[in-house]
């Protein structure tokens, strides 16, 4: 049922009410009035022919009945003359006032005052004086009937009035559901215009303001998702030049200890050969050649420590704990006057190339930072999986970050945070409250 319906039922149910009560009221003081107006017709009508009786009291029924015929009817009486034996004699007559209607017999029922009746004895008669309201009553019906028309006419105006002020009222609702409607087919942009009325205004701007939150809205996750793409398009692309990055290093790892290393190898050799031959000759030639093999075991060394540098072999062979403990075994060879301390819990048999590596990186750039820029003595390595997320966390005691750690060019922490965010990770370094660094690292394994 709609609004507009409603209200008109509901203004014909106020008016029809008020038509009701008017009615009873007009129904009661009706029968109020006929009441009064009767007992006074018959109050009258008793009183002059009480005056009549007691005057002509020995009076024969031929003088009466010449009598009652001059004096005719009496308002709201009927008046009966019966003879000693109770034969009606006389009747007024009839009322000519709307003779021939009388008001329906409920109505009449409902205003029609109590019967009052009076007898009045002669010599040789009777003479019956009895209350009559069937003119009053229709008086009374009359009105009603009246009053009944003008309600239905006031009625009828009443809605035909509130029927058209609604229409003109709510004329704006229409255009607010084809908006609504437009809204939700996707037209995001659709915008009312200003109303006129203050309830149909409101709701246009607040549809205007929601229309424009949403469009804002949808503005801001199409950039948002735009982002994201961008973001994993970055990140895969990084991941590319991360992976394209260590297969080179492999290969040059491969290349330095096959051929340069072998290569070496051989210049040492011969140049120790020479040192042999010429051991009694040329002692110019012999301390050039013992020079040459100098330096090629110089050369061969550092070639050497280059290619873990580059590829650690422990991870092509070996799994990350392992990895990391041969790494930590080599610091503590190399670095006998610092504490080293590894800690691996358990971890997942299928962790892959990408997140091994990354892991075995950050660790290696966090432990060689404490060594070459904190002055540690004791550095701490933990790696475990927490809640699906591989966490690495190198800490050290060492004197903390420097005050321009942030600034462009350390390559090393620039590095550890790209190989995080590549996995979809992040890495946190901060100055510990007791002193020192720490390296966290949050490598998600979904």
Do not use: C
Request: hydrophobic content about 45%; cysteine-free.
């Amino acid at each position: 049922m709609s609004l507009r319906l409603q209200l008109n039922l509901l203004v014909a149910s106020l008016i029809a009410l008020f038509t009701a009560v008017v009615l009873a009221f007009q129904i009661v003081d009706t029968r109020r009035s006929v009441r009064e107006e009767t007992e006074a017709a018959n109050s009258v009508a008793t009183r002059l022919l009480t005056y009549f009786v007691e005057t002509y009291a020995q009076t024969s029924q031929p003088i009466v009945l010449q009598s009652l015929e001059r004096l005719g009817r009496v308002r709201s009486n009927e008046i009966t003359l019966r003879d000693s034996d109770g034969h009606t004699v006389y009747r007024s007559p009839q009322s000519p006032y709307k003779i021939g209607r009388d008001a329906p017999a409920w109505y009449a029922a409902m205003v029609t005052p109590e019967p009052m009746r009076s007898e009045l004895h002669f010599a040789d008669s009777v003479l019956d004086i009895d209350a009559n309201a069937s003119r009053a009553v229709l008086d009374g019906w009359d009105d009603t009937v009246i009053l009944l028309q003008l309600g239905v006419v006031a009625m009828l105006l009443g809605n035909a009035l509130v029927f058209w002020i609604l229409r003109r009222t709510t004329r704006p609702f229409d255009t607010i559901v084809r908006g609504l409607e437009e809204m939700q087919a996707g037209a995001y942009h659709t915008r009312l215009a200003e109303f006129k009325g203050a309830e149909a205004g409101a709701i246009a701007r607040a549809f205007n303001r929601t229309a424009q939150a949403i469009e804002d809205n949808l503005d801001a996750r199409r950039e948002a998702v735009e982002a994201t793409l961008r973001l994993e398009q970055s990140r895969e692309l990084a991941d590319a030049v991360q992976i394209r990055v260590e297969d080179e290093r492999r290969q040059i790892a491969q290349e330095l200890h096959d051929e340069t290393g072998q290569g070496i190898t051989a210049i040492r050799s011969m140049a120790l050969a020479l040192v042999h031959r010429f051991d009694d000759g040329d002692e110019q030639v012999r301390d050039t050649a013992q020079l040459i093999a100098d330096t090629a075991a110089t050369l061969y060394a550092s070639t050497h420590d280059l290619i873990p540098r580059l590829r650690p072999p422990s991870l092509d062979a070996l799994d990350l704990a392992a990895a990391l403990e041969d790494r930590v075994a080599g610091w503590r060879r190399e670095q006998p006057r610092h504490e080293f301390v590894l800690a691996i819990g358990p971890l997942p048999d299928d962790l892959g190339e990408s997140f091994s590596l990354a892991a075995y990186r950050i660790a290696q750039e966090a432990t060689t930072n404490a060594l070459r820029h904190a002055q540690a003595q004791r550095i701490t390595i933990e790696v475990a999986v927490d809640d699906r997320q591989l966490r690495i966390d190198v800490t050290d005691d060492g004197r903390g970050l420097a005050p321009d750690w942030q600034r462009p060019g350390h390559y090393g922490v620039r590095g550890m945070r790209e190989r995080a965010r590549a996995l979809g990770g992040e890495l946190a370094i901060e100055t510990q409250e007791t002193g020192g660094v720490r390296v966290l690292a949050h490598l998600p394994l979904e």
